[in-house]
């Protein structure tokens, strides 16, 4: 019987994950499982740098296009979602092919992530400090009691703020304490690769790629999110990274230069996360993104 063992590949935005995982589908025989949470929003393309149905090369993609802009994301639900794609996938005798770098997403779909309890009470308390201090106090709060956990939220992020304080309250441990030991067997055997980025590579491939969202229509894309589908500042997908910037530019809270700017410093933010988030994982292998990463791969997987 063929091998199907999935294969993950993970690490920081724009190290070209999408282009290895679709050259991986092709020589093994795969489908692709998409593991970032904003490319599971419809009609988020351009910003999230999803590739199109003709950039997907027939190769079939699943969770993406699944969730309204309207929508709270939810990593309990695309881990179910998601882990039974896997698994029909594999059924068909495929190879399913993980690619994403949404840090909590990867780990709910790798591991059997148990999610923490929840009581509304504590919930509701904290939403309500939140309301009175704001969500930068309120995550300086979150980093002093959990250093990691506030490395890992987006400081904006007040849903994820609150829920790890609730955790944290109601477990009485760090917020990464509910989360699967990272030594522990990925699911399925999942052989997980890595891009590793150096800044002086990697930065400029930022700035070429947020400026090219913009010139592709990123802005526009936005207008249609917002009278089409209710795409609105205050949620999850307004949130995301470029999305938010573009919102707020709309706004009069940004011009659209400093919407360029702080979407490029936004994302580099954000990959000093991931790129800490995935170093403390000892089961990713590791390959240089400048580099020949298709023929390194294959390689490594015999």
């Not at 594999?90 to 148990?114: A, E, T």
């Not at 490029?264 to 933010?269: A, D, E, H, N, S």
Request: no cysteine.
């Amino acid at each position: 019987m063929a091998d199907l063992t999935p294969i993950a590949v993970v690490g920081p935005t724009a190290s070209g994950k999408s282009a290895l995982g679709l050259a991986l589908a092709h020589e093994l025989g795969g489908e692709v499982v998409n593991v970032d949470s904003m490319q599971l929003y419809r009609g988020m393309d351009i910003g999230t740098a999803k590739l199109t149905l003709a950039e997907r090369e027939g190769i079939p993609h699943h969770q993406l296009d699944v969730w309204d802009v309207t929508e709270t994301a939810s990593v309990a639900r695309y881990q179910a979602d998601a882990v039974a794609d896997v698994e029909e996938v594999m059924s068909r005798g495929k190879v399913p092919i993980l690619v994403g770098g949404s840090m909590l997403y990867v780990q709910s779909l790798l591991d059997d992530w148990q999610f923490p309890p929840t009581d509304p009470a504590v919930r509701a308390r904290y939403e309500a400090r939140l309301g009175d201090i704001g969500i930068d106090a309120l995550h300086a709060e979150l980093a002093a009691v959990d250093p990691v956990a506030a490395g890992i939220i987006e400081d904006k992020d007040p849903r994820r703020t609150v829920r790890a304080l609730e955790v944290i309250e109601l477990t009485g441990q760090p917020f990464q304490a509910s989360q699967p030991p990272k030594d522990a067997p990925p699911r399925w055997g999942t052989r997980i690769l890595g891009l590793r980025t150096k800044a002086e590579w990697l930065n400029p491939r930022i700035a070429e790629r947020t400026r090219l969202m913009f010139e592709k229509g990123l802005v526009e894309e936005v207008e249609r999110l917002v009278s089409e589908q209710g795409l609105i500042a205050d949620s999850t997908a307004g949130r995301a990274i470029g999305y938010a910037q573009v919102l707020a530019a709309r706004a009069g809270e940004l011009t659209w230069e400093e919407a360029v700017e702080r979407t490029i410093t936004g994302t580099r933010r954000y990959v000093r996360r991931q790129r800490s988030w995935f170093q403390r994982d000892p089961r990713i292998t590791w390959l240089p993104a400048e580099e020949d990463t298709v023929g390194a791969a294959l390689g490594l997987l015999g």
